[in-house]
């Protein structure tokens, strides 16, 4: 969630229609004017002008509670105090608040100053604010993500788990067709996983996944998967155990560029791949060199290797995304 400034001249405005309140006014009391006037605001604003010296030299006083014809006039909103296209009306209900800001879509705040969209996916966010920097963003007003717009470029990614080894017991038994969310409204890397309908709003604005180990220390290519969802539809891959297709993946270093390499998911086993039985059983994609009996890569883990990154020790972890080409 993003938040702007406004420049020094619209700060300004603010300040000279709260300050005046008091200065321009001295010692007097200023009560809510809810009766009727029959003269003008200007022809008062004039008559106080004249009366107390200290005013001579102001451009606007302001003053709370004044109307004409049932509208409310402060002076608040000259100039527009409101940011980002936000509509300025004059309040006198309440000499706290002199002025209320309608804001456009996606803004909220006292003067629209913070961008809070609605948005599905992290793609929904650089349409709508192309310079978006990576971090995390709420996804729908609720869930926290972590959005990323740089770690290969023309992509962007939408997390949908992340989790540390030590964890691996929630998450081994868990494939992304059950709904488990896990702490999706308190992001962190350790211990995280999206509900699964937000899986789905962001599977539905999504061309591709991809697994990557350890990623806060950095993008790394020597463990690595990404395939397209038209594919596998990782979340339409129920109860399976097959070769299929990816654009790229890596374990150990052991890589292939579009072909076929084991996929695991079943009712008590996450998404993994098998290094060890990918070639045995037939697929293009044969990492077993340097592999152990029955390893797990990207998931499930009941046989771990020290040499695959997501395995490395307990403190390692594994994320999951899903995303799109720019």
């Avoid at 309140?21 to 004039?46: D, K, M």
Wanted: hydrophobic residues 30%; glycine residues 6%; negative net charge.
């Amino acid at each position: 969630m993003l938040a702007t400034t406004g420049s020094n001249s619209t700060e300004s405005a603010t300040q000279l229609c709260s300050s005046t309140l008091v200065t321009g006014l001295g010692n007097f009391s200023i009560y809510p004017l809810e009766a009727n006037i029959s003269f003008s605001s200007q022809h008062l604003l004039e008559i106080l002008s004249s009366s107390l010296p200290s005013t001579r030299n102001l451009p606007y006083i302001a003053i709370p509670g004044l109307r004409e014809n049932g509208r409310c006039l402060n002076g608040c909103c000259q100039p527009n105090p409101c940011l980002n296209g936000g509509t300025c009306a004059e309040s006198c209900s309440d000499i706290r608040e002199q002025y209320t800001c309608a804001c456009p879509q996606h803004y909220q705040g006292k003067r629209c100053q913070i961008f809070h969209p609605r948005v599905k996916s992290c793609q929904s966010y650089l349409k709508l604010k192309p310079e978006s920097k990576s971090g995390v963003y709420y996804l729908n007003d609720t869930v926290q993500s972590y959005c990323d717009f740089d770690s290969e470029p023309g992509k962007i990614w939408t997390l949908i788990e992340s989790f540390s080894l030590e964890n691996k017991a929630f998450y081994r038994q868990q494939p992304f067709y059950v709904n488990v969310p896990r702490n999706e409204t308190i992001f962190n890397w350790n211990d995280y996983r999206v509900s699964y309908q937000a899986m789905v709003n962001i599977r539905d604005n999504s061309t591709h996944w991809r697994v990557t180990c350890n990623f806060p220390s950095g993008l790394n290519f020597t463990d690595y998967a990404r395939a397209n969802l038209q594919d596998t539809d990782i979340l339409a891959f129920v109860n399976q155990d097959s070769c299929q297709k990816y654009e790229y993946i890596s374990v150990r270093g052991r890589s292939c560029t579009n072909c076929l390499g084991m996929l695991v998911q079943r009712d008590t086993q996450h998404m993994h791949t098998d290094s060890y039985w990918s070639g045995r059983n037939g697929c293009s994609w044969d990492p077993s060199a340097g592999a152990l009996k029955d390893e797990d890569n990207f998931g499930y883990y009941d046989v771990t290797n020290t040499q695959h990154k997501c395995t490395e020790s307990s403190l390692s972890t594994t994320q999951w995304w899903l995303g799109a080409t720019l």
